[in-house]
């Protein structure tokens, strides 16, 4: 018989007697425990197996039957499943069998082990396996020689084959020194190692014979224990057995993070097993997590909404936001959540437009009707589509992200990163998108939160949720998409409300340094009418003024950007002046079918050129802003602009339609 020997694992020797749920539990030669020891809430029990430190975590409630889960390495790790089961009345199990690797030695401390919490404490006859990395190959080594003392098993990216890891025989990168105390207690030389034949990779027989079910969580891209050295390989020869197996391929991830964020899928899977199939419940993503960055959170524009019963919301991106669905779903979802307030919904979505112009048409459309509590911000699809620079992008999220908080320091922003087919290859190839690199740098700098809607269509498209083209069909989401987007925004919105404090108090960080002082947060939109007026503009030969242009060819517009003042020149040749003050100068245009090249200078320096015309110009009068300097010594400058002669090949003319000026100010 083994003895059990509590309270040394910490060095505490008061002892209690207890009661386990109501029952007592007796303990072979001891039946008392540390006193006041707990784990995340929940008793831990003490004691030794076979002189190793062992531990029991007991629910508050036990289950019906005592059901437990055991983990065989790495207790505490991700331990997100443990809890849910707790929670539901599992024990959890664990014996310290470091550096056993699966070994012979390591089954019977794991016989030793399972005799006595189940013959003396009186746990289920049938335990849940969890292993972790190296875990696996004590999980399913003990289920090979005891198949019918297994409920279910649960390994989370396993070992399956010692010669994969540590061995590194494979693709792995291994360990050399866990690979000679491995060959050690199995007592085997190295040529022996490598013809080893009770791997779990090649012993599952047993295990399918009695019908275990096997859940593995692995990550695509592990590069330590590498998936089709051993998941995807128990997998595939378990299914020639019969037997049932239910793999999690999380794409993209490496051998961390273990586990999933939401461990729902991991905890369903336990209880139809055994026994508990009426408590299922649905996850809300595929992998367990939900795919935002709360960091500072939103808790200045809950304080408001719910204290002040007031908001105002703004929506700012490109035709996304633009068109209805997620943002009236969203909309709708704060008016449920705070029914006593009164909201003002700012649309201030235009198609075809990301961060730059975002930036500079801000005061203009966003805070024109005064303070915002909470922006919604996207501009991932088109600063990529459009072709904007690293730079650029993080010019223009800035300018946007800064502007706002000096406007108000208040102001809670989300930034959104919608997807595209360009982003899901990136994703598949196991790629984080440069844009999505370039905006979560400004907000990881000024600590808003951010959803990452493209990882998240990417991710479930990979899990078989649904498909691109028949679910999403392009960039411009189906109904389907825009639901999608909405609910995860919803998640973001509930984890902000459970992270704010019960007082909806405020939280305002020090606005930091700019990351780069030329991005656009001095930004601003001037009219050509009223250059003109106040004479900053000379207008040489060929220039015109059209106080309300609109084309005369078929091509399509955009709102804002027909019927409105325009200043036009479509002669090679045609120059003008424009005096200004501040630190970057652009342009913002209509370029159509005829849109020709752009010549300019600043400050009598060389003559540059900017091509106008657009992948989309064919069929529409694109709204298009260009910087034609970012980076100028603040003050007084004159830009000099001329019809190039030559065009895109694919142009019909040499046609410029100045809409806007873009001034960045230096903040004078």
């Not at 399956?160 to 050690?184: H, L, N, T, V, Y």
């Not at 190692?193 to 079910?213: E, G, I, M, Q, T």
């Not at 509930?494 to 404090?501: D, I, L």
């Not at 090949?649 to 806007?660: E, K, L």
Request: overall charge negative; hydrophobic content about 40%.
């Amino acid at each position: 018989m083994n003895r059990i020997r509590t309270g040394r694992m910490f060095g505490n020797d008061t002892l209690r007697t207890f009661a386990l749920c109501g029952l007592t539990l007796c303990l072979c030669i001891v039946s008392r425990t540390s006193f006041g020891e707990t784990w995340q809430g929940w008793e831990k029990i003490h004691f030794e197996v076979d002189g190793r430190d062992a531990f029991l975590i007991a629910p508050k409630h036990a289950a019906k039957g005592n059901p437990w889960i055991w983990r065989t390495e790495f207790f505490g790790h991700e331990p997100q499943a443990d809890i849910a089961l707790l929670d539901k009345g599992f024990h959890v199990a664990y014996v310290d069998m470091q550096n056993l690797y699966g070994a012979p030695a390591a089954m019977s401390v794991m016989d030793a082990m399972y005799s006595l919490v189940t013959s003396e404490q009186k746990l289920n006859d049938k335990v849940v396996l969890e292993g972790f990395s190296r875990g696996g190959l004590y999980s399913l080594n003990w289920a090979a020689r005891n198949p019918d003392k297994v409920a279910c098993i649960y390994n989370d990216a396993p070992v399956c084959d010692f010669k994969s890891w540590p061995g590194g025989k494979g693709r792995g990168k291994g360990s050399i020194a866990d690979w000679e105390r491995c060959k050690q207690v199995y007592d085997l030389n190295e040529e022996q190692a490598l013809s080893y034949a009770l791997n779990p990779v090649d012993n599952l027989a047993p295990l399918a014979l009695a019908k275990v079910p096997l859940l593995h969580v692995c990550g695509a891209a592990d590069d330590v224990v590498p998936i089709e050295e051993n998941s995807l390989l128990v997998k595939q020869r378990y299914g020639e057995l019969g037997g049932e197996m239910t793999l999690i391929s999380k794409p993209h991830c490496n051998h961390h993070p273990h586990s999933l964020r939401d461990p729902t899928r991991i905890v369903n899977f336990v209880l139809s097993h055994t026994g508990f199939k009426e408590h299922v419940t649905q996850p809300t993503t595929p992998f367990g997590y939900d795919y935002f960055e709360l960091r500072n959170g939103l808790s200045n524009c809950l304080a408001k909404f719910e204290k002040g019963k007031t908001g105002r919301v703004a929506f700012l991106g490109g035709s996304i936001t633009a068109s209805d669905g997620w943002r009236n779903r969203v909309c709708e979802n704060l008016t449920r959540r705070f029914p006593d307030t009164q909201f003002d919904f700012v649309a201030a979505g235009i198609p075809s437009l990301g961060s730059t112009p975002g930036a500079f048409r801000f005061q203009r459309d966003v805070l024109a009707n005064g303070p915002v509590d909470l922006l919604f911000e996207e501009a991932a699809v088109n600063d990529d589509t459009n072709g904007f620079s690293d730079v650029e992008q993080i010019r223009g999220t800035e300018g946007i992200v800064r502007q706002a908080l000096l406007a108000n320091p208040s102001m809670d922003i989300v930034l959104l990163h919608f997807a595209d087919p360009g982003k899901l290859r990136d994703y598949e190839a196991g790629v984080t998108p440069s844009v999505i690199v370039s905006h979560e740098r400004v907000a990881e700098h000024y600590q808003i939160p951010s959803v990452n809607l493209a990882k998240e269509v990417a991710e479930r498209i990979a899990a078989g949720e649904f498909s691109w083209e028949k679910d999403f069909r392009d960039l411009h989401p189906a109904p389907f998409g825009h639901a999608l987007y909405a609910q995860a925004i919803e998640r973001l919105l509930s984890a902000a409300e459970n992270a704010t404090t019960k007082d909806f108090s405020q939280s305002v960080l020090p606005l930091p340094p700019p990351l780069d002082p030329a991005s656009y947060f001095h930004g601003r939109l001037i009219g050509p009418a009223d250059v003109i007026a106040n004479g900053q503009a000379i207008l040489g030969a060929g220039w015109a003024l059209d106080d309300s242009w609109k084309p005369t060819d078929k091509a399509g517009t955009r709102a804002g950007f027909v019927d409105v003042p325009a200043l036009i020149a479509e002669t090679p040749g045609a120059s003008m002046k424009l005096k200004f003050s501040g630190i970057g100068i652009g342009v913002f245009v209509a370029s159509g079918p005829d849109a020709g090249n752009l010549e300019f200078r600043i400050d009598d320096q060389d003559w540059e050129t900017c091509d106008l015309f657009t992948q989309w110009s064919p069929a529409l009068h694109l709204p298009w802003a260009k910087m034609l300097s970012a980076s100028l010594e603040p003050g007084q400058h004159e830009l000099e602009l001329r019809i190039a002669t030559d065009a895109d090949g694919r142009s019909q003319g040499h046609a410029v339609r100045i809409i806007h000026f873009l001034v960045n100010g230096d903040g004078t």
